[in-house]
């Protein structure tokens, strides 16, 4: 079964009559301004900055190593103004990292606690949106922006919207009346579904932004020039020296499963080894749970696989 058909199966009500409203609560919205931004960000994260135009893109921001730190979901708000989104575990982090060469350049680089992040997504999403909004992010613009408030449109694995606004905004309190459903979590089951990757404080500095599919999201460009990790990520780019797949897993476990937990394939000689680690989980149902996981390669689901100290059954690599 496709992508698209799961998310009606599970999720029938996102292609009915109706809106659903998702509070992205673990996520967190930073800022950085100053006439020095795009040159700072350009020598800083995996994708040219000089590209992003009226566009977000997701990229990641990495160590020496090339080892990803956190990845970002990134966009111009305005001249010298840049805004990015990134999971809320990761950001103290991430941010401490970024600021340590800033001394010398005119930048500021912070959390913006007075924006709120919210899903909007429904087959009626759109034409409400459109009562607000006296333009409309396309396929080329994904990114609108009218006075304080930023629309953000994504198209996978279905039509969705995310709205960034100050939380005393009169369009955003009417929006917040349209709401026939709430679901926190399925911006996230969305992600698994999107392969969009979902790096925690858990896992952070641990996989190269190969492992994590962003060379497939254009995350990741090789002709930019110099940024933190480039050489390391260009090496394993060029002589093919990255292992591990982003993989979207299925299980009918009930047991709680928790991210950076190991994931195990049994070998011939019936010993069981480490061939992943787990960066997401969302509960589908009563049964059944979507995992995001980092594994190897030459994995398949002919291979017998298990979450280490799980009493899980059988799980399925989506892909």
């Given at each position: 079964m496709n992508?698209?058909?799961?998310?009606k199966k599970y999720f029938p009500y996102l292609f009915e009559n109706n809106i659903t409203l998702i509070t992205l609560k673990k996520w967190t919205l930073t800022n950085i301004i100053g006439s020095n931004s795009k040159e700072y960000l350009q020598n800083q994260i995996t994708i040219d900055v000089n590209k992003l135009d009226s566009n977000h893109a997701i990229c990641a921001h990495c160590n020496i190593n090339g080892k990803v730190w956190s990845n970002l979901r990134i966009f111009k708000f305005?001249?010298?103004?840049?805004?990015?989104?990134?999971?809320?575990?990761?950001?103290?982090?991430?941010?401490?990292?970024?600021?340590?060469?800033?001394i010398f350049s005119k930048i500021k680089i912070f959390n913006n606690i007075n924006m709120l992040c919210l899903g909007i997504i429904g087959?009626?999403?759109?034409t409400e949106l459109s009562k607000y909004f006296q333009n409309f992010p396309k396929k080329n613009s994904s990114?609108?922006?009218?006075?304080n408030i930023i629309l953000l449109k994504f198209d996978f694995p279905c039509e969705r919207f995310l709205l960034i606004s100050e939380?005393?905004?009169?369009?955003?309190?009417?929006?917040?009346?349209?709401?026939?459903?709430?679901?926190?979590?399925?911006?996230?089951?969305?992600?698994?579904?999107?392969?969009?990757?979902?790096?925690?404080?858990?896992?952070?500095?641990?996989?190269?932004?190969?492992?994590l599919n962003l060379e497939k999201l254009k995350g990741l460009d090789f002709k930019k020039g110099c940024y933190y990790g480039q050489e390391m990520i260009s090496k394993a780019h060029y002589k093919n020296l990255n292992k591990y797949n982003l993989s979207w897993i299925t299980t009918k476990s009930d047991t709680i499963i928790k991210v950076g937990e190991i994931i195990?394939?049994?070998?011939?000689?019936?010993?069981?080894?480490?061939?992943?680690?787990?960066?997401?989980?969302?509960?589908?149902?009563?049964?059944?749970?979507?995992?995001?996981?980092?594994?190897?390669?030459?994995?398949?689901?002919?291979?017998?696989?298990?979450?280490?100290?799980?009493?899980?059954?059988?799980?399925w690599i989506k892909s």
């Open positions: 992508t698209s058909k799961l998310i305005c001249e010298n103004n840049y805004m990015y989104l990134q999971r809320k575990s990761t950001s103290n982090l991430q941010i401490q990292e970024l600021k340590k060469y800033s087959k009626e999403a759109q990114v609108y922006r009218q006075d939380k005393n905004n009169i369009i955003l309190k009417k929006i917040l009346q349209l709401t026939k459903k709430t679901n926190n979590d399925l911006w996230l089951t969305l992600d698994i579904a999107s392969n969009i990757p979902i790096i925690e404080k858990e896992t952070s500095g641990k996989f190269l932004p190969q492992s195990e394939s049994k070998t011939k000689d019936k010993q069981w080894k480490n061939i992943g680690y787990v960066l997401a989980t969302s509960q589908i149902n009563t049964k059944t749970k979507w995992i995001q996981a980092v594994i190897k390669k030459n994995i398949s689901n002919n291979d017998k696989i298990r979450i280490k100290n799980a009493t899980n059954k059988k799980i």
